[in-house]
Structure formats: structure tokens, C-alpha cells
């Protein structure tokens, strides 16, 4: 039994008939998504503010974007006054701005499961958890590809972690199934084993369509053509560049009045200039860009202003994590968010170690810390992120998920009503008491302080008695734990026979693609 | 060699002379202070600070706060329009703050080498490392009994440190020397194998004045006299409690003109109600008392406002590190010490954990960021903190001194110079190029990205065929090689001679004392 799990048992005795209650009283509360009662943290001034977004119009209209391999983009481009020039649109200024103007500033995604529904922008974090690795990690196993079976663990974990709103998308790359009909299979198991809100797919516009069809299996085709039931990832070519096989994705997806995020990929000082400020004005400019185009596609529909920026060692050229140069453009970008009126998306369990160790938690915590006083929306990679992005880890995935309770009470703000003031509790005590005993304390001791489900709080002696466990190994036995507690949320047979045939049908259609 | 140590390695050949040519090059660099160019972060409102800052004045006024044993406290707090009855002291609205008000927003912490002097206050901040613990522990020989041996090594990893500012004063609790005689070999470990600030001893009133006396021989008589030299740790008794050993030291300093951190010391729901605007006010009622204090002593010595809070885990009576209560509370109270124009003291390197491990990287990672942000003018425990406190570790002590200039980076703000705008460099690039060869990344790729000494950046490959270390095992390599490195600084052998001969006489007037 571990730590973390010891406040769910039942009293002792009782032997199988105990675990059996266990089990059946085994709660999957999932937190409401964060509703931030803090401040942001502005790093930015004014005049800083508006040099940028200056700039951004300059680069715009000046430099300009390419729409690659995208005839009917240009072609819309031009009708709303961008100038072309090959695949390159140069965006007069203001245009942009002004087309980003009818996005909404905040929308709601809908799970199957309505209280799992996530409202996302305005004051609001929702919580997602990593996206893209080819690899995955565990402490017995190492690293390894990642398959579909790690996938719907995955899946089984998000859907049983707490603070975890969101299902997410490719939490790992199942490489054991054909490149084109992965996706089916990811979606599926989204839809079947959580029943919390997901992403589609975006690898190919067809691809795209697979995930809206099966989400009108999933809600009902009516339900889907008037809410937005996915938020998926627009990766921007950056810099400046749109290509033909995300822009595909968004089409689909912005006619379906689905979600997108729209999200320049920055290496800084490879894709982007090694400057703060350079980096940001780029970020404007391409966010501006791709949400203007995704107005014209559908004006009204959904999107979220994205930034996944990193820094470079120069000596390596390895991609950097946590560092303040990411945690800068971070604040920096979402006040550039705020400023244009949408949903922001930032920030997650960055790191760059090959381990679950200290690194990976200093720069994992760094960036979370950021995402949350910088006004992020919605947080893909919120947790289990490693290596860079290129390994999803099993037991980074609970560590990280635990410690976004600790986001979740700071985001609570301070109250000061007469009780939370406590007058009476330190006219109790006095000088020299202690405070355990009095009534305020007895009032609320079960709430007063968020408290980890995992991390060690023990006497050095018990927990040198315990084994003497890091923190990877705590993780590892709760990993184990949730897995083994997991139970599928239910869901009418009609619409499981449903997906089912129309992933079995889909992948009859074509032969195994593996590239 | 460590990936941490190869850049500053010579080129390859040489043997025994590039070995003693690196060792002669080795730098002992020591950044600045940080100079604040990002604001603060203001978690209250002001109709919040506002009700604290009354609930504060009403307990001093209606509760009150004890002065124990210490008759003439009480006959100084009576003359200043107190009330007194027995011990408890109730200060009249208004009283404390107007005493406040003499203390000095800002002063210069003279080291023996000028390049290293600390200015503390306004928009600094002070860095100096763990204070306190009775154990220690490095990867090898694990937790044990601090020794002298120890104390002198972690003063040495201090003056390496290059984003360390200060040496500190009890890195550790050096067991194996006498109780009453420890203070003068830590004093002249500090004063000889660096050359950084110090702290003075608080543990007994004559200790506090030894710590005078051996200033005096470093600085000479009248420059003690005139100027701070000493940054010395009196911890309030919470609740309201201010006992007679920690006020004898805070008088001895004060009376010298020497700078005294006064800080409550307070795990939440044990010393201080269960509330964040509860603890806030004591925190704020407490500090005030003591500041008060000090300028009743000496109207003008120097003080900085402290705020040491920990929660608590309700289940163990456990003090918990790295949580959203605690970091509620440090913001709050550096919006109060602002607006008592006072100098801040908070947050550290604080976590629970056992091990340098992810746990512990979290929970420190949490509490510097969570320092910086709030505005912390001198951070006490800025590394090698583990286990609540009771271990100073060898490893996290480099750990978290690396992640200490991540702090400087971020601490700078965002320039928007033109040349940091960066629009030649967009211009050069346009869409679909990369930025690594442009000339505006030539021109500043050395200096754009903060940079890891330690942390691990290498190719997967690479790291495993060295060895796959985690971080623990890089920190230890790194604390070897600075060992390693270590020069001690230069001194007039004849200061050098009368510090030792004054410890020896000291040591030979009383026989030794455990307890």
C-alpha cells in the first residue's frame, strides 16, 4: 500500500470483502476546471505591449506568411485584401487583428460526460495532459516506443486523475499501428475508456473528418454541428509558414465549428530570433495570421491564440526547458492574448531530462508556475512530459498530475470574510498558544491546505522503514494502483457498437500505411 | 569530467600542465546581486492589505504580545506609550508602525572584499543558502550528524557558487564542536574561506557579541561602528512570543547598528491560524512588534521584515514545503512589508522530502519562483535545504545554486531596444528560413539563453553511454570538482592571526558545554 493511497482505504479487517468495498467506493472525482480568482502576472509595459504588436503588423504586411500548397487559402486571402505573391500573403495592417475580432472569447467543450464540460478562456485553466511522444517511460521498462496499449493506459490514467480536465490527444505515438489508422484507434479510445473532453486528429484532413465523424457518432451529428465537442492542435510551420497538411486539419475542423489551437512550434534562436522580444512579435504575427485565416474558413469559430516556445542550448542545439527565457515569452504572450481577446494556450510539464529526477521536476515546476500566472487557458502537456517531448512518462504523468492540485488552490486566491480573517481563533490562543486545538482550526483543518496524493510527508524513521522510496517510486506504485482501480465509465451499447464498426470499417478501407 | 565542468576544461593534450592550467584559470565569480526589472506580484487587493493591516493593530492593541524575561524590554515598550501587564505588552493602534518608520528602507551588507557587498531593500534581491540543519547528507555517505568538517565545505560550495551573493551563517550545525563554542569556529569559517557577507550568531546574547567583537578585527573598530556588516536571524516564538535569548542577540545587533532579519517562524495551524489572511495578520502583528522593537534600541538599525511560513499535513502534524498556502502567504507579505517600506525576508530552497530528488526539486522550484515574484529582498535558505529543514544536502545544495541564476535571467524583464525587437533578423530569415546563422543570432547567441552548469542537455546516446546519471549523480560530480577547485582568499595574515587568536582565547575562557 502506498502512501498516497492509504487515506482511501477502509478501516482494517475484512480481508477480500474490504477490498471488494474498496474497490467499489473507488471515486474518480475529477476537479472542476481552475477558475483563477489571482491576478495575471503582466511582465510586459505598455510601451512594450504596443512596440510588439506594431511590429507584428509590420511583419505582416511587410515580410508577410506563405500559405503552402494552398490554392483555395490564397485564393481566400485575397478576397478579404491580403496581397499574394506566390504562396506568400502580406496582410495589410490591422487586417488581421481585425478578422481575429469574431472569435469567440471564450466557448464551451463539451464531454459526453456533461459534468466533465470545460469552459475555456476568460478567468479559466483547463488541464490536458502531454501530446506527440514516439516513446514511453517507465521505471521497470525504460524507454521504449510507445504502443497503443501504453496509449489507453494513458487514457486510463487522465481519466482517474483528479486535476486532470481534459483526455488530451496523442498523449503518446502508439507506433505499433498503421500511420493512417492510428488515429481511429486513439479516438476510440478516448471516447470509450474516459469521458472526459478529447482532441481530434490532425495529421491529414481526412483524418480530421474521421474525428468529427466519430464524434457525431459519439454526440449525435446535430449536437456536433452546434457545439464544439474537440479542441485539436494547428501547428505553425514557423517561421511564417502555413502548411498544406495542418491547414487541411483546421479547414475541416473551423467548418465544423470545432476547436482549434493555433500554435506557432518555436525553438527560439532556430525557429524564431534568440531575443524575447523578437520571438514574441513573431508568435503575434503567426497567431494573428492563423486565427485570421481560421475567421475566414468560419468567422465565429473557436480557436485559442498558441505558444510552445522553448530556448536552445547553443552549445548542443538541444531544445532547453523551464529556463527563463521560456518562462518570459510565456507571461509575455499571454498578456499579447489577452490583449486580442482569446483563449490562450501555454505552458505545460516541460523539461528536458531523460529522467523523472530532479531536473525534470525544477523545470517542470518552473514552467507550470508560469502557466499559471500567465494567464493560460487551456495547458496541453500538463503533465507527464520528458525528454524534451520525445518520451511520455508513467510516472512523471502522476507526479506532475498531482502537483496541479497545488495550481488549483493557488488559483483560489485569498479570502478575507470574517471567517478566513480568524480574529477569534488568535483571541483564543494568545500569546505562546498553539493553535491546533481551537475551534477556527477545528472548523477547517480538513480543507485549510491542498495535500498531495503522492509526495512523501512521513518521519524520516517510518519512511526509512518503508523503503526509503524517491519519488519515482512512489509514482511507480501509484501508477500500479490507478491502473489496477480503473473502472470503464459507462456508455449506451448502441453507440459503442457504432464506434466500433466505424473504426473496423475505416480500417478496412485502406491498406497499413507506416509513414 | 561532468558535462557541467567541460566548458571551462582546456583544449584536448597538455596532461599534468593543462590540469594545472585549468586549475589556474578556474573563476570564483560571483554574480551581483539581482536588480529587479519585472514588478511584483500582487496576490491581495487592497481592500484585503487593508483589513489585515487593521486586524494587525487590533491584536497588538487588544491582544498583545509577550516580552519574556526581559524586564528592560518591558520598561522601554512602557515608555513608548505601551501598556504593560506582566509580560504581555499591548501596543496602541498606530504605535508599531509609527516605530517602523525609523527603520531604514534600504542598507549596504559590507563583505571584506567591497565587490561583494549585498545592498538589501527596494528592488533587490539577496541570495544566501540553508541555515540550520543538524544533519546533513551527499549521495555516498547519506543522512548524518553535521561535523565542523562539513560546515567548512558547504562555506566553500557558498563562495564557488557564483549565484550565491552571501555565505550565510549556520549552513549547518556543526555537533561534534561545543554549543558554546561553535559560533566562533562557523564565524571563522565565513570570515577566512570566503571573502562573501555573513551572518552573526543568535543563539545566546554573549555569542551575538563575539560575532561584534570578531567584526571588529576583520573591518577594523570604527568601520563596524559605522557601517553593516553582520545579517543576523532573529526568529520570533510564535504566536506573539518574544523570548529573551533571541531578544539579547536582537539587542546586541541593533545596538551596533548591525542588520537583523526579525521573522516569525510559524507552521500554519499549529503557530498561526489555519487561514491565509489569519496567519497574514499575525505574520504582519508579529513583525511589527518586533521591528518596533529594534528601533526602540537603536532608532535607525537596520531590519528586514521575515516571514518564515510552512503549512502543516493535518494527518501527520507534518510541516509541508512547495504548497499553495505557503506561497499565498509569502506574496501577501511582501505587499505588506512594501507598504511598511520595509526590506522582505521569505521563501528557500524549502521542501520535505527526504532525497534530492523530484519531490524535492517541485516543492523548491515552487518557493523560488514564488520568491522572486513576491517581491523577497534577502532569501535565507536559497539552497542545499532538504527534509523540512533538518538536512543541508551536499547535492542540492549545487542543484539549487544552478537554479539560482535561472532567478537573475528572469529577474532582468524583457527589452524592447531596437536591437532586442529584432527586425533586421525577421527581415533576414522571412517565412520558412531558420535563425541559427543570421546575424543578429551571431551576434548574441553567447549571451541570449540563460545556461544550466549542471543540468543534463545531451542526445539521449550521449547521456546513456556516459553513464545515464540523474541529476543527483551530475550534482555530485559537480560538488566534487568544486571542492576540488577550491583557493582560498586572500587575507592580511595579521587580521588572520589576531581572528585566530581571538577564537582561541575564547575558547580556553569556559569549559566546553553540550546542551
Known amino acids: 500500500m502506498t502512501q498516497a493511497d492509504a487515506p482511501r482505504r477502509p478501516a482494517r479487517g475484512g480481508g477480500g470483502a474490504a477490498r471488494r468495498a474498496s474497490r467499489s467506493t473507488v471515486s474518480f472525482e475529477t476537479a472542476r476546471f481552475i477558475e483563477r480568482n489571482i491576478p495575471d502576472f503582466d511582465i510586459l509595459t505598455e510601451e512594450a505591449l504596443e512596440i510588439i ?38 496582410i495589410p495592417r490591422g487586417l488581421a487583428r481585425q478578422l481575429c475580432a469574431t472569435a469567440p472569447r471564450q466557448f464551451t467543450q463539451h464531454a459526453r460526460n456533461p459534468a466533465r464540460n470545460v469552459e475555456i478562456g476568460g478567468r479559466n ?63 476510440h479510445a478516448h471516447m470509450t475508456l474516459s469521458d472526459k473532453p478529447f482532441m481530434g486528429s490532425v495529421t491529414e484532413k481526412s483524418r480530421a473528418q474521421d474525428s468529427v465523424d466519430m464524434c457525431e457518432i459519439l454526440f449525435g451529428r446535430e449536437f456536433v454541428q452546434n457545439n464544439t465537442v474537440m479542441t485539436s492542435l494547428i501547428n505553425i510551420n514557423s517561421p511564417l509558414t502555413f502548411d498544406d497538411v495542418m491547414m487541411g486539419a483546421l479547414e475541416v475542423y473551423a467548418a465544423n465549428n470545432q476547436a482549434c489551437i493555433i500554435s506557432p512550434f518555436i525553438v527560439g534562436g532556430a525557429m524564431a530570433p534568440v531575443s524575447v522580444a523578437g520571438t514574441l512579435t513573431q508568435v503575434l504575427a503567426e497567431v494573428m495570421a492563423g486565427i485570421a485565416y481560421s475567421q475566414l474558413i468560419r468567422p465565429g ?99 506532475d498530475a498531482d502537483q496541479l492540485g497545488a495550481l488549483h488552490k493557488l488559483a483560489q486566491g485569498v479570502s478575507v470574510d470574517p471567517d478566513a480573517q480568524a480574529m477569534d481563533a488568535l483571541r483564543e490562543v494568545g500569546p505562546g498558544g498553539h493553535f491546533l486545538g481551537c475551534a477556527h482550526t477545528q472548523a477547517h483543518f480538513k480543507s485549510a491546505f491542498w495535500k498531495s496524493d503522492l509526495l512523501d510527508y512521513k518521519p524520516y524513521e517510518t519512511w526509512s522503514e518503508e523503503g526509503a522510496r524517491d519519488t519515482v517510486m512512489l509514482a511507480a506504485a501509484r501508477v500500479e494502483k490507478m491502473l489496477g482501480d480503473y473502472q470503464q465509465p459507462g456508455m449506451d451499447p448502441a453507440i459503442a457498437e457504432a464506434l466500433a464498426a466505424f473504426v473496423a470499417a475505416r480500417k478496412a478501407s485502406e491498406p497499413d500505411a507506416f509513414s
Chains 1, 2 share one sequence.
Open 301 to 399: 469559430a473557436p480557436v485559442i491564440f498558441g505558444a510552445f516556445v522553448t530556448s536552445i542550448d547553443m552549445n548542443s542545439g538541444a531544445p532547453t526547458f523551464g529556463t527563463p527565457e521560456a518562462a518570459q515569452i510565456t507571461y509575455g504572450a499571454g498578456q499579447l492574448a489577452r490583449r486580442l481577446g482569446l483563449p490562450y494556450r501555454s505552458a505545460g510539464s516541460f523539461n528536458g531530462s531523460k529522467l523523472p529526477d530532479a531536473q525534470a521536476a525544477y523545470e517542470t515546476a518552473n514552467t507550470l508556475n508560469v502557466g499559471l500566472l500567465s494567464g493560460v487557458n487551456f495547458m496541453l502537456h500538463a503533465c507527464g512530459w520528458l525528454e524534451g517531448g520525445l518520451v511520455a512518462s508513467f510516472e512523471k504523468f502522476v507526479m
Open 125 to 187: 485553466l483547463v488541464l490536458a495532459p502531454v501530446y506527440g511522444p514516439p516513446f514511453v517511460h517507465d521505471v521497470n521498462g525504460g524507454r521504449r516506443y510507445a504502443t497503443m496499449e501504453d496509449f489507453r493506459k494513458f487514457v486510463k490514467l487522465g481519466y482517474m486523475s483528479k486535476w486532470l480536465h481534459h483526455s488530451g490527444g496523442t498523449v503518446c505515438e502508439p507506433t505499433d499501428v498503421a500511420v493512417n489508422k492510428r488515429h481511429l484507434d486513439m479516438l
Open 53 to 90: 504588436e506594431a511590429n507584428a503588423e509590420t511583419v505582416l504586411a511587410e515580410i508577410g506568411v506563405n500559405f503552402v500548397n494552398n490554392a483555395p487559402a490564397l485564393e481566400l486571402w485575397r478576397q478579404a485584401g491580403a496581397e499574394i505573391e506566390g504562396e506568400r500573403v502580406r
